[in-house]
């Protein structure tokens, strides 16, 4: 029997980390618990792996690697182009590019949209495990939109396992180049309002019986690179009352115009105002809370709200909680801005 190139969401359990990756399987157990994803699918590892093997490219890959000194910045830089240019010019053999734009045209059928635009990422299958955090490391593509343009940029999030950034932390993990593969989940875009990052215990200070929820105006690039400073909204857990709150002036957002994103100024009334309001706070908080019993363990959580509606983007564990002599004294003062960073 042929195995299938990709994966859809409500077909995806946890377990199958190995085949959709960290991310990708995320996805697939909160679209089976109910919690608000946007509906996709997920070109697998396998696929991954397949298109190198028939391409032959496993051997052009290693001998550049062989080649270069990751401890020579230039080095590295160069071999991660070589690597990247050899894949992107490698054809994506036609019973996959066949799948994947079928797949494609029918994620746009469900809301009815024929050029459906759609969130291209790279869920590396070693990725959103404690021990080994390869989060940011591969590329992530918005509001892709057009058959063709979803398989080049599947293709892209194949080639950004060769980062120069993937590269050195792979050597210096004793990680197998060839044994990390990457699969790609193929997700509707959300056109966030409001973005925003949550932790289901306080990274900062360890404390285990808050909840830590971050927003800013507009796409949520901006939050995750740690390029705008966000609001902030602490939850206590046993009272399910803000603890604290602070709100940062923003007066530059990212936005989506026709098929592309641009930065844009938010408009004077939302300046100084906060994103979300207590309510809405309790509530995602609540949400991550169950997302938290759920895995047994605490998340960090990336959601959006796009005309009021809440989704869940993604959720993995929190890698950056420390303990007893490795847990770091931060003044609580820094903690908004230290928070995003802590995800790069």
Not at 100 to 107: E, G, H, T, V
Not at 108 to 116: A, H, N, V
Not at 194 to 203: A, E, K, L, R, Y
Not at 262 to 270: D, G, L, N, S
Request: glycine share 6%; proline share 5%.
């Amino acid at each position: 029997m042929k195995t299938p190139a990709l994966i859809w969401f409500k077909d995806i359990k946890f377990e199958d980390v190995a085949t959709v990756g960290g991310k990708g399987a995320n996805l697939g157990e909160m679209y089976s618990l109910g919690i608000p994803v946007p509906n996709g699918f997920v070109v697998t590892a396998r696929t991954y792996f397949d298109f190198i093997a028939k391409n032959n490219l496993k051997p052009q890959i290693k001998n550049i690697l062989d080649s270069a000194n990751v401890d020579h910045p230039d080095e590295l830089l160069s071999a991660s182009k070589k690597i990247k240019t050899i894949i992107k010019k490698a054809p994506i053999p036609d019973t996959v590019a066949i799948e994947i734009m079928s797949a494609y045209k029918k994620l746009g059928s469900f809301g009815g949209l024929r050029d459906l635009p759609v969130a291209v990422r790279s869920s590396a299958t070693a990725e959103d495990s404690i021990d080994a955090s390869f989060a940011g490391q591969q590329e992530t593509f918005l509001n892709v939109i057009g058959e063709s343009n979803v398989l080049n940029r599947v293709r892209d999030c194949w080639a950004s396992l060769f980062t120069p950034r993937s590269i050195f932390y792979r050597v210096k993990k004793k990680f197998d180049h060839f044994q990390v593969g990457v699969a790609v989940p193929v997700q509707k875009m959300v056109q966030s309002d409001i973005s925003g990052i949550m932790f289901t215990v306080n990274p900062v200070s360890n404390t285990k019986n808050e909840i830590v929820i971050e927003t800013i105006w507009g796409l949520g690039e901006y939050i995750v690179q740690g390029i705008t400073t966000p609001d902030q909204h602490i939850i206590n857990k046993s009272t399910w009352e803000i603890q604290y709150k602070n709100s940062t002036p923003q007066d530059r957002q990212l936005v989506k115009s026709e098929n592309e994103t641009h930065e844009a100024e938010v408009p004077k009334y939302k300046q100084n105002k906060f994103k979300i309001n207590d309510e809405t706070a309790i509530k995602i908080a609540r949400i991550g809370q169950k997302l938290h019993n759920h895995y047994g363990k605490a998340q960090d959580i990336e959601f959006a709200i796009e005309k009021g509606k809440l989704f869940i983007v993604q959720t993995r564990p929190i890698t950056t909680l420390g303990s007893g002599d490795n847990q770091k004294s931060i003044e609580v003062s820094e903690a908004p801005f230290l928070l995003v960073l802590s995800r790069l």
